[in-house]
């Protein structure tokens, strides 16, 4: 059993737009046991719409199997669910005075279009894939 002793930061990209450091921990021995990344971009926001997309389009994707029109399908509408459900979470904090009940009807106005431009983005961006 590894004791750690020390973590070791060295900066390798500093500046306005970003900044990156390498954290390594050391053992006993001074040894390096583990190595993360750390990327701090100022300013940047990760919306909960983005998440929710992301995580939407994820589980999707992992419940339609192998099939990859089954993929589409299922990641493109669980990600928009879930990019409504981020932007009800994001109205619900950013904009002030907001019900739950208005926050969920300004999220969920434009649903169906919204699964429309992403099916036909997601079936581009395969059948792209496909040609390359």
């Known amino acids: 059993d590894e ?14 737009d970003v900044y990156v450091e390498r954290v390594d921990t050391l053992n006993d021995l001074g040894e390096v046991v583990d190595t993360e990344y750390r990327v701090e971009i100022p300013g940047a926001v990760i919306t909960a719409e983005r998440v929710g997309t992301i995580f939407g389009s994820t589980i999707g994707r992992r419940l339609a199997g192998d099939n990859p029109f089954a993929q589409i399908a299922v990641g493109t509408v669980l990600g928009s669910i879930g990019s409504s459900v981020g932007e009800v979470i994001d109205n619900l904090v950013w904009l002030e005075d907001l019900s739950l009940g208005d926050a969920i009807e300004e999220a969920f106005q434009n649903f169906g279009p919204d699964v429309a431009a992403a099916g036909l983005g997601a079936v581009t961006s395969y059948l792209v894939g496909e040609a390359i």
């Open 3 to 16: 004791t750690y002793k020390a973590t070791s930061v060295t900066e390798i990209r500093s500046n306005d």
